[in-house]
T-cell receptor, first 116, second 111 residues
Framework: EAGVAQSPRYKIIEKRQSVAFWCNPISGHATLYWYQQILGQGPKLLIQFQNNGVVDDSQLPKDRFSAERLKGVDSTLKIQPAKLEDSAVYLC??????????????FGPGTRLTVL | GQNIDQPTEMTATEGAIVQINCTYQTSGFNGLFWYQQHAGEAPTFLSYNVLDGLEEKGRFSSFLSRSKGYSYLLLKELQMKDSASYLCAVSLNQAGTALIFGKGTTLSVSS
């Protein structure tokens, strides 16, 4: 079974530039998550999708970050414009269903963003 | 607010046993997860506890006490490949099941 795919793996940009990340979840997984992991910290949820609808985006800095999940499969996360503090690894994860029980999330390899 | 605490770093030797503690104070609780993350890689699932008690899976065990807001991950017969960051995460009982992660414990195993 193929895992969660992400691209690019690495990205270096200058502040105020724009950047986009792409995620392809495991086939059949209805729920998709984007996390931000700053060096030395645990992952922090940015946004959660159930199929193509947003379940939770309370921690997404909406003035600069946006995300979409067209057709309930692939997802893109965009930052425009980027700030120095956006330097982090952006992890995409997926799970079978979003219910209130056991819900193992499978993570992709992440995109390491460096903002100069 | 949500708060999950775990030690920043731990060291141990091959063949030994190590216990990584995690305490949490969250607005809800619907289970506690442990993930392993090697440097530069994605987190991978280790264990899940929702009821009090010990869950054993090979060399790894995880314990939960909901009344104390406490969990630990026990690693036995340590191997060099166990050197990694171990993340404690809580699933809140709200709509959506996203995880709240601690900062992680970096375990270094030496020979």
């Amino acid at each position: 079974e193929a895992g969660v795919a992400q691209s690019p793996r690495y990205k270096i940009i200058e502040k105020r530039q724009s950047v986009a990340f792409w995620c392809n979840p495991i086939s059949g997984h209805a729920t998709l998550y984007w996390y931000q992991q700053i060096l030395g910290q645990g992952p922090k949820l940015l946004i959660q999708f159930q199929n193509n609808g947003v379940v939770d985006d309370s921690q997404l800095p909406k003035d600069r970050f946006s995300a979409e999940r067209l057709k309930g499969v692939d997802s893109t996360l965009k930052i425009q414009p980027a700030k120095l503090e956006d330097s982090a690894v952006y992890l995409c994860a997926s799970s079978l269903v979003a219910d209130r029980g056991y819900n193992e999330q499978f993570f992709g390899p992440g995109t390491r963003l460096t903002v100069l | 607010g949500q708060n999950i605490d775990q030690p920043t770093e731990m060291t141990a030797t091959e063949g030994a046993i190590v216990q990584i503690n995690c305490t949490y104070q969250t607005s809800g609780f619907n289970g506690l997860f442990w993930y392993q993350q090697h440097a530069g890689e994605a987190p991978t699932f280790l264990s899940y506890n929702v009821l009090d008690g010990l869950e054993e899976k090979g060399r790894f065990s995880s314990f939960l006490s909901r009344s104390k807001g406490y969990s630990y991950l026990l690693l036995k017969e340590l191997q060099m490949k166990d050197s990694a960051s171990y993340l404690c995460a809580v699933s809140l009982n709200q709509a959506g099941t996203a995880l709240i992660f601690g900062k992680g414990t970096t375990l270094s195993v030496s020979s």
